[in-house]
Every structure is written in structure tokens, then in C-alpha cells.
């Protein structure tokens, strides 16, 4: 079966100190894969994804994400957050040629000043 | 491009009656569309497939006599709420898909916060 998990739950760290969230995929085939941000009361936004070529993506808001076939991971990193990433990151994978989204549980980002 | 929008953005209705959300992609037409939902502090929920001209694929547990989907066109899908009761409050997103960025992909709605009381 399909599937995406995400290793943290919940991560508390300081403004200016670096983040990674793990995300890992159970895919049967080539996957493409995504990250989303949801702040606080606020809807999806996409932050990166991978499709093909260069396993490392750059995102918005200075997130980056690097995807390694043979650990089957996609895990997406900051070097240096501010209070405003205080938010629910939700990795996602979908096989390619198809639309169908698996998300993973979500991890809580908190960011304290 | 590719935005997708969604109506109301917020809805509080009485428990027992019926609500309707939209979901309409703006700039581009979907021949897919998707309802999820999503509980406080949780992930997002695939309740079905909304495919255009065609009958809606459910999610298994997914009441379909209780979410009615329509997908009456390429840039709208609704998805109707019957009979609401409190349980039923929660945050419903749509998306809908699209190859605008050379492969399939979903774009998301902003979300539809239900409160039934």
C-alpha cells in the first residue's frame, strides 16, 4: 500500500537554529513528492516539490528539500528558522501519472523567539 | 495560475439542514477534483474523487448519501453536506488537478470551516 510518514510529531526549537523534518514514502513506482506548510488558521500552501533531475529542491520561504531514492526519504530542512515558520508541515507523495495524494500525519513546528 | 477557490470560506449551519461548498478552479479547467477534510491538529482526509460528468469515487467510511459531490463542470465541483450534525464540523478543502506544470498535480482550495450547531 501506499503510504507517507513523517518521523516527528512535534518539534519545539529557537529562531535561528536549523530544522529538518523527516518524510518518508512506500511507493510501488516513481513517486512525486511535495511539501506543504499550513500556518496557523490559514489554508495549504505548497512549499516544494520534486518531480524529476536534481534530487535537491529549493522552495519557497528559504526551505529546501533532498530527495534520496535508495532511503526513500524527502526530507525537508531550513537552515535558519524565524518565529513566523511556527506551523503544521505535511509531506505528500503521489505515483506519477497520478493525481492521488497520500499525506502524511503532519508535524507541528513551534518556533519560540 | 492554477488557483482554485472555494465558497464560503466559512459556514455555520443548524444541525439537520443541508450545506452546500463550491469548489471552482479559476484559471483552468479539471477534469478531477478532490474533497478532504481535516480535523484540528490532524492531516488532510481524502473523502473522494470528484471526476467531471461522472459519478463521484468515495473513500472507504465515507457516507455518499451524506456528502453528495457534483462535478457539473470542468472548473466546478460541489460537495453538499446533508443532514448536518455537529460531528460533521470540521475543515473541508478541495483541489483539483491539473498537468499545467507538465505532470499531474493537485492545486488546493483555501478551506471551508463548518460549525454545526
Known amino acids: 500500500a501506499q503510504s507517507v510518514s513523517q518521523h516527528n510529531h512535534h518539534v519545539i526549537l529557537s529562531e535561528a537554529a536549523s530544522l529538518e523534518l523527516g518524510c518518508n514514502y512506500s511507493y510501488g513506482g516513481t513517486v512525486n513528492l511535495f511539501w506543504y506548510v499550513q500556518y496557523p488558521g490559514q489554508h495549504l500552501q505548497l512549499l516544494l516539490k520534486?518531480?524529476?533531475?536534481?534530487?535537491l529542491v529549493k522552495g519557497i520561504k528559504g526551505f529546501e528539500a533532498e530527495f534520496i531514492k535508495s532511503k526513500f526519504s524527502f526530507n525537508l530542512r531550513k537552515p535558519s528558522v524565524q518565529w513566523s515558520d511556527t506551523a503544521e508541515y505535511f509531506c505528500?507523495?503521489?505515483?506519477?501519472?497520478?493525481?492521488?495524494?497520500?499525506f502524511g500525519a503532519g508535524t507541528t513546528v513551534t518556533v519560540r523567539a | 495560475g492554477a488557483v482554485v477557490s472555494q465558497h464560503p470560506s466559512w459556514v455555520i449551519c443548524k444541525s439537520g439542514t443541508s450545506v452546500k461548498i463550491e469548489c471552482r478552479s479559476l484559471d483552468f479547467q479539471a477534469t478531477t477534483m478532490f474533497w478532504y477534510r481535516q480535523f484540528p491538529k490532524q492531516s488532510l482526509m481524502l473523502m473522494a474523487t470528484s471526476n467531471e460528468g461522472s459519478k463521484a469515487t468515495y473513500e472507504q467510511g465515507v457516507e455518499k448519501d451524506k456528502f453528495l459531490i457534483n462535478h457539473a463542470s470542468l472548473t466546478l465541483s460541489t460537495l453538499t453536506v446533508t443532514s448536518a450534525h455537529p460531528e460533521d464540523s470540521s475543515f473541508y478543502i478541495c483541489?483539483?488537478?491539473?498537468?499545467?506544470?507538465?505532470?499531474?498535480?493537485?492545486?488546493f482550495g483555501p478551506g471551508t470551516r463548518l460549525t454545526v450547531t
Open positions: 520534486y518531480f524529476s533531475g536534481d534530487p
Open positions: 505528500a507523495a503521489a505515483g506519477r501519472g497520478d493525481y492521488k495524494l497520500s
Open positions: 483541489s483539483a488537478g491539473t498537468t499545467l506544470s507538465g505532470v499531474r498535480e493537485q492545486y
